[in-house]
């Protein structure tokens, strides 16, 4: 049985954390599984870690349970503070909150960092009980189907035997794609957003640059950088900044940084000259600083293989036709990444199957990163539809 | 007076350059320029060459020459063979010789290397006469005006009063659109193929990722690895990897590989995997060992820096207004690189400055790549186009 090594504090007073709408101060709690877990890859994790956050209470028939499933560069802390000096809130504080779409006056929202990442699951940076270093590039690549093998078991230790969401964006939306097929009696909604059924050549093609970046980077060491005084910083800025771009629309780049100079005039050299260079040099260095080359490599390597007709005969209505449970989907018109064409074919598919599936697209300019924000077509929709299901449970 | 090093060969017999529709075997033609030449940075190049080749014969009065401007890894070999062994024709073979859109019965096409180049023309690989050794990362950032410039001195030399048409695709349609408003007189038509009247943040966003793979290769040395026993190959793999994902459209890199993979079942690792992977990585090495990283800088900062607006208030009509030529302007549907959109803004300020203008959207799945295809609505539409102009000057 998994032994809890946090549990979540007292809220603490904070300017933000206090802010109407915040969930306020959280704390990450860590459980452990002793269980060994076989993987799509054949490999076993003998045992392992898995760190989530919770906002909102769980009712007392734990009906209430929404599972946040998070995308490529995400982790656990999706909404409130970890501390009172915290001056940015977790990835989705957009969405989760008290009032906001996902409510946490009506929710239990539990919130996971996935296996193979870099933010307390287990992952590349965690030691190998085998060899007693960081696994490194020896961690086993883990799919989507295995995320959501490893949420089943979270919720069997926490009592939850029937999600009323589960809930992603991007990634996070194809693990809940996954749920609904793997799993059809666990949850009775599945909200897939900014996702697609499957990856594309051109998806592909991204991911294996931002790959080979990494991997040929002279600090990887074959993976094995933990414990060298260099790691492969500069390809995990190239990595960031190339997602970055299929991150956000021609539009919204557009609008946001036009052509401006970032010293007003050319200089007629290699150094940064215009205010996008600028921007994306610089997520890409705080990206470096906070993520693990060898999870993002193992993240990407999920998105690629993600693919849930597979065992369905690469019929996805065949593989939807499983799920019991109801299904939003929305997509974003200027999402060029996970296009409005790709959330379609999942439409098409759950309508094929004659699922009950309720699909948006949301005309608005900010890209796959949509998602991520606080849009008012987009969240107030979120939020009607997540009353139906709190009105269901209640 | 510029000295000319090479003068064509006759043709030999070979198997393709033989065929219907092949200017045959071609032999290119160096001049050197030893009047100097002051670029849009300030800085002067003492002397400089320039590479090109012709096809077709020039006329008596001189007024059915075309010249061809080449995109970002161009060069002057547009047509024909080198050598009876040789098994590609140049780049764009789909589009000149006989009987084929630009025709070369009818005109004089000249083809050139444009100086910072890799394949004849002065440019970092070339010897710095102030030093004695490669100019590297020395050689001066030359822009789409510089290139203009040269070509007004190549014109000057083959007593070119005026081109018949100037024509490019991508950034080679930037030059013709440039050449339009810095020379009026000196050209009749211009042909803009899958261009754009500017970068937009995504597109220079692109540039950026390519150079800092380039600048940050342990082989770059700071330029000067000409002499040294590495070069930044990666970094010009990875260059050009990105770069090729933006030539092809979604569409059809679908349609060519779509999820097939090497070796028909996954490996669950970062080896390739799936045949989009392989095949960009072949063409990004194929792709190293036929280019110069420094020349690829220059080339990207070219394309960021093409604005043609910025000398008349950023008014593309008021820059064109200068204009006295007729145009054509091409794009292609699927074209996400430079999208029809940014054609109709060209097309946009053309009729505002009340110019003579056709345009034509051609609807195909290639992508940007599209402008060097023979793609039958496209190379028969520029075609009629062309065969109008030959009626003018005969």
Known sequence: MPNVHNTPSTPESSINATKPGSVGIVTPITLHFDKSLTLQCGK???????????????????????????????HHHAAGYHSSSDKRPGWWDACIGPGKAIDTDAFHVISINNLGGCHGST????????????????????TSKDWVESQVRLADVLEIRQWAAVIGGSLGGMQALQWSIDYPE??????????????????????????????????????????????????????????????LSDTAMREKFGRELREGKLKFDYDIEFQVESYLNYQGEVF???????????????????????????????????????????????????????????????VAADKDVTYSEIDCPQGHDSFLLDIPQYTQLFKAYMQGIAQEIS
Request: hydrophobic share 40%; aromatic share 12%; proline share 5%.
């Open 44 to 74: 076993t994790l003998s045992e392992y870690d898995i760190i989530y956050e919770t906002y909102g209470t769980l009712n007392a028939n734990k009906t209430n349970a929404i599972l946040i499933c998070h995308a490529l560069s995400g």
């Open 123 to 142: 992952g590349p940076e965690s030691i190998n009980p085998d060899t007693g270093i960081p696994y490194g590039p020896d961690f086993p690549i883990v």
């Open 186 to 247: 666990r949850l009775r909604h599945a909200v897939v957003i900014a996702a697609a059924p499957i990856l594309s050549a051109q998806n592909i093609a991204f991911n294996e640059i931002a790959r080979k970046a990494i991997l040929s980077d002279s600090g990887f060491h074959n993976g094995h950088y933990y414990d060298k005084d260099s790691f492969p910083k500069n390809g995990l800025i190239l990595a960031r900044m190339l997602g970055h771009i299929t991150y």
């Open 288 to 350: 470096s600083e906070n993520f693990d080359a060898n999870t993002y490599l193992l993240m990407t390597r999920a998105l690629d293989y993600f693919d849930p007709a597979a065992e369905y005969g690469n019929d996805l209505s065949l593989a939807v036709d499983r799920a019991k449970c109801r299904f939003l989907v929305i997509s974003f018109t200027t999402d060029w990444r996970f296009s409005p064409e790709r959330s379609v074919e999942i439409v098409d598919a759950l």
